[in-house]
């Protein structure tokens, strides 16, 4: 049985408010929390078949240009080792999110200093390490290259579909009675999620199975189908564990296709798993920005004018740029719009999706040039936000599934206590401290995805190929199931991260919850027909819960109901047009209290406070969990995070964890995040949820800078902001 | 990382014998495991010194300490004596690594660590500490963490101890085992500055060992230890100031003054405490101070903000030592 849906309007009716398990939304934890923490829970290196390889990625090491030749009779000849796998079509990068095909290859090219030239193979570990240190390739070096997307010559691509205008934006600028206009800066920054990336790869049968750490498993398989030209019957993915993505995983990177390349050519199952530092150079990081901002205001700070300008780079070949600009066409208000998107072709390694592509670099430079003209205006920031929050989508002229902007920030102002102030009004024991507000959006999207539940007299089984990055997908999927089936969670079980499951979209876009929420949703209301078929009642008149059917005077265990044999239902959900015909979002405000230290200009956050709106919450703790860990990001971008490249060949200098700074325990205040429980979008689904993954990080970090303003009087407008920044205008 | 072979000693006698060319002795490992992954360093032979029972810390009858090589920095930081004789001593340590890093990391080992370097740590960069005569990649590269004083056109690096540079202001010695003997050195004598033979960081002979750092007694006065950084946990020293003051009659009696995160050793300037001394406390004075410190501070770009930096951190730091001193 199947049942299908295309999201073309507005869900009539809440039917999960009508269920009475009462196991949705609650702060349930993870059914799967405690193999994570025994050390059950196995990752992607974790398995060791018999007669495993191990494959270490050789590095190359520049310069950028044409392979003459390498070493690799050399190295095939030092100890354990066992192949060079040397090939033409290892993959250059990893493939971007939710793409169908193989990643670009080698051929006879080192294109970024850190790609992967071989890989080589070993009976150990170590041995397989040490030879990939010994490997060398002798180049023919290109030249008149660009690491620099500023620097004068760098080849600058203004594609036309990615440029937006709508009224006259300079004429509103000259005419406003307060404008801003300001340049702003983010750095290049890694995912670095806790797990690098691995795989095993075993052949069997002419059939390939890959164990890996993987976010989406529809798309891999094909990437994986086109790099090896396979059937894709004949690939197996399995990630049923995933030690956090944050879009490094979304595409297969290329330890993947070498692990299976080599597994084929030894005959062994091989592990590839990468270094950290492989990690940041050859799977994709965020693309520094800079960003020019221009608002113009009438006198009572209604916005008249809006502009978001921005540069981003990637390597030659990539499709995906960083899409800054996202959120500013519908944000705020302001007739007179311009939007401009510029791709600088840079020979650094690849950039790609890092958690909510667009928003996270985009909203936050946005939400600081917010709190700069509030100041323009004298006015309270949050005042100034709520003045221009739109009736319809000024750009689309399309109406809002709901706008939740303003309750948000009043919500968060409320529980944080914000008053607004002048800067510079509170010095303490040595350190200035100050508070600042930002508001977050993150669009929301649907994708299509399936899933099958089984019902048996034991209880359910819920599985589809999509997968939990530490998201708390196996909490959220059971949830849905036992709710509308009227089981306790105990008795439904779900199963992930396996591409023999129906397919999903994947974690990605903070889409996963919401597609394969609504999929789960699908196959149980086709189950709850079963049931009710067989009490001879309308499903509308069927209650369920705890294992029972209750419809009027008649209760019955579902063990009396379902057949020996079970059911199972598969429910596939479709992006369609409500996807157009409304303007869907998710909303949120953050608020921070930070100390500059008035000597070193040293900012440590104090506290973090946000509200959030994403329709129905699934499960109250690991939603939240989304926004603090959101939130901690936007903390991280404001203050630490910086990939730096060398100037002089594009490498990542600070390629580890040591230097590569991700706010860690003592950096990383208290922070509390509240949800709108009782908010639903009835546009989104019929599940009323919306994806909430990424809108902790779609703006947070502003709220960082623009307190470091109202505590030092010091407009940070470069990220990180490092004491240095701030020194240089310390008193 | 290249095969190597492994000695547990179960003497000092004997693992001296063991050392010379081409060993390396290990501890917690903290560092060389690390640099030894990346081929940064890559030892034939590792000598296991953990059993060598080098990890008292025992009273000497001067009233100073003599702390064993093997004594793990969190409990030397953790130590009541150190706590309420040295407690600069005790605060830098606090301020370096992590919880579990401490608990793994030893005394000797900590004073031997290599740099942060980014270029040290890249194989394919050229770097004359790694490999004598290769070049310096950080001098014209990103060098925000590198050195500001006492480098070279050879080697911009800066050492990353922050429990060396509290050693440096107590004035510690190294107590230093060889196959001739023991001999003690000065702290200050014991790092080299890098001039032309940046890859030589100390004046260690091949094989010998350091078996304890001694303290000499408690200095009394005022302990600070002020540690500037970019994160507040596990974060390298941006800049660090040690500081034993003591101010009797409105005058500051005795100080003595290092700097972390500025050279390629725990720095110390005895000119810039002569200055100091004798002197009543004041701003201006402080501000002199860190000019002579920074007399030939030379940036490199992306570092060049330490040189204010430091001079902010030591003016604060010295009104904090001298706070309420006035007569």
């Known amino acids: 049985m199947t049942n299908e849906l295309t999201l073309d309007k507005k869900a009539d009716t809440r039917r999960l408010d009508e269920m009475a398990q009462g196991l949705l939304g609650t702060p349930m934890d993870r059914p799967e929390g405690v193999l994570k923490v025994t050390g059950k829970a196995i990752y992607a290196d974790e398995e060791r078949p018999s007669n495993l390889a191990y494959g270490y990625l050789v590095r190359a090491t520049g310069p950028i240009g044409r392979i003459v030749s390498t070493n690799k009779d050399e190295i095939a000849k030092m100890p354990g080792v066992v192949a060079v796998i040397e090939e033409a079509d290892l993959p250059r990068n990893s493939v971007q999110g939710a793409t169908p095909t193989a990643a670009p290859t080698r051929g006879d090219r080192i294109d970024y200093i850190g790609q992967p030239l071989a890989l080589v193979v070993a009976d150990g570990f170590e041995e397989a390490r040490h030879a990939a240190q010994a490997m060398t390739a002798v180049m023919e070096a290109d030249t008149g290259l660009h690491f620099d997307p500023e620097a004068p010559g760098a080849s600058i691509e203004t594609p036309e579909a990615k440029q937006a205008s709508q009224g006259d934006l300079d004429a509103a600028m000259a005419s406003a009675a307060f404008t801003l206009d300001e340049e702003y800066h983010t750095s290049s920054m890694h995912s670095a999620a806790m797990e690098p990336h691995a795989t095993i790869a075993e052949w069997k049968d002419g059939k390939l199975t890959m164990r890996g750490a993987y976010q989406m498993l529809k798309f891999n398989q094909k990437s994986v189908s086109d790099a090896l030209d396979l059937d894709l019957s004949q690939i197996r993915l399995l990630s049923p564990f995933v030690g956090g993505g944050f879009g490094s995983k979304l595409g297969i990177a290329p330890e993947a296709i070498a692990a299976a390349l080599a597994s084929k050519a030894v005959g062994r199952p091989v592990s590839v798993a990468m270094h950290r530092r492989q990690v940041f150079e050859t799977t994709t990081h965020r693309s520094a920005t800079k960003q020019k901002v221009r608002l113009a205001a009438d006198k009572d700070g209604k916005l008249i004018g809006v502009g978001h300008d921005n540069l981003v780079y990637n390597l030659p070949g990539e499709k995906f740029s960083e899409p800054t600009t996202q959120a500013t066409p519908f944000t705020y208000a302001g007739e007179n719009r311009v939007i401009g998107h510029h791709i600088a072709r840079l020979h650094r390694p690849a950039a790609g999706s890092v958690r909510a592509p667009g928003e996270a670099v985009g909203a936050t430079v946005f939400e600081m040039a917010m709190d700069e003209m509030a100041e323009k205006l004298d006015l309270d920031p949050i005042e100034f936000r709520v003045r221009n929050i739109p009736d319809l989508d000024p750009s689309k002229g399309i109406p809002f599934s709901e706008n939740r902007m303003e309750a948000v920030l009043r919500d968060g102002a409320e529980r944080f206590g914000w008053k607004h102030t002048k800067p510079k009004q509170r010095l303490e024991d040595g350190w200035w401290i100050g508070t600042g507000v930002a508001a977050a959006v993150r669009v929301n999207m649907m994708s299509e995805t399936s899933a099958r539940v089984r019902l048996t007299q034991d209880g359910a089984v819920v599985e589809t190929d999509m997968t939990d990055i530490g998201t708390g997908t196996y909490a959220i999927l059971t949830q849905v199931a036992g709710e509308l089936l009227g089981l306790p969670a105990n008795r439904v079980e779900t199963r992930l991260g396996d591409s023999d499951f129906p397919k999903a979209f994947g974690s990605g876009g903070s889409v996963g919850a919401s597609s394969s929420g609504t999929a789960v949703y699908l196959a149980c209301m086709e189950l709850r027909q079963n049931i009710a078929a067989a009490l001879g009642v309308e499903e509308t008149d069927l209650t369920l819960k705890d294992g029972r059917a209750i419809s009027g005077n008649v209760a019955k265990p579902l063990t009396e109901i379902v057949p020996g044999e079970g059911w199972s239902a598969t429910g596939t959900v479709k992006g369609g047009k409500a996807g157009s015909l409304v303007r869907q979002a998710t909303w949120g405000s953050c608020f921070a209290e930070v100390a500059v230290n008035a000597v070193t200009g040293e900012t440590r956050v104090r506290r973090m406070l946000g509200s959030f709106a994403a329709g129905r919450i699934l499960n109250e703790k690991t939603a939240k969990s989304q926004c603090i860990g959101g939130m901690t990001w936007g903390l991280g971008m404001a203050l630490h995070e910086e990939l730096v490249h060398d100037p002089r060949d594009g490498h990542m200098v600070n390629r580890d964890l040591a230097e590569y700074h991700v706010p860690a325990n003592l950096d990383v205040p208290q922070i509390e995040a509240h949800l709108l429980m009782e908010d639903r979008d009835d546009w989104a689904n019929p599940v009323q949820a919306k994806g909430i993954g990424e809108l902790g990080i779609s703006g947070t970090g502003a709220a960082v800078i623009n307190a470091i303003y109202n505590a030092c009087g010091v407009r940070i407008r470069s990220l990180p902001g490092t004491l240095d920044k701030i020194l240089a205008e310390l008193p | ?327």
């Open chain 2, 1 to 327: 990382m290249k095969s190597f072979d492994y000695i547990r000693a179960t003497s000092v006698a004997e693992a001296v014998q063991a050392g010379g060319t081409g060993a390396r002795y290990i501890a917690g490992g903290t560092n060389l495991l690390d640099l030894m992954k990346l081929e940064v360093m890559a030892p034939d032979t590792l000598i296991d010194i953990t059993r060598l029972g080098l990890d008292q810390i025992e009273e000497l009858d001067n009233g100073g300490l003599r702390i064993g090589a093997l004594v793990p920095n969190a409990d030397l930081a953790a130590d009541m004596r150190v706590r309420r004789g040295w407690p600069v001593l005790s605060r830098a340590l606090l301020a370096g690594a992590s919880g579990q890093l401490r608990n793994k990391a030893t005394t000797g080992g900590n004073l031997l660590q290599r740099t942060r370097c980014y270029y040290f740590y890249d194989t394919a960069a050229p770097c004359n500490k790694r490999e004598p005569g290769s070049g310096c990649a950080a001098m014209e590269g990103f060098n925000r963490i590198l050195g500001v004083l006492g480098t070279s056109d050879h080697c911009i690096a800066t050492h990353p101890s922050d429990m060396a540079v509290a050693m440096q202001v107590l004035d510690a010695e190294v107590e230093i085992e060889g196959k001739d003997g023991t001999r003690r050195v000065e702290l200050d004598e014991f790092y080299r500055l890098p001039g032309d033979t940046p890859h030589i960081e100390t004046v260690l002979a091949e094989g010998e060992l350091i078996t304890a750092v001694i303290l000499p007694p408690a200095p009394g006065g005022k302990h600070v230890y002020q540690k500037v950084r970019d994160r507040a946990s596990y974060a390298f020293a941006l800049v660090s100031v040690a500081c034993v003051a003591k101010v009797e009659g409105g005058v500051l009696e005795d100080i003595s003054l290092a700097f972390g995160g500025l050279a390629p050793k725990p720095w110390r300037n005895r000119a810039v405490e002569d200055l100091l001394k004798g002197q009543a406390p004041s701003e201006a004075l402080f501000e002199q101070a860190a000019e002579t410190l920074l007399a030939e501070a030379k940036g490199h770009g992306s570092n060049d903000f330490k040189i204010p930096l430091t001079r902010r951190t030591l003016v604060s730091v010295l009104g904090e030592a001298t706070k309420g001193a006035a007569a």
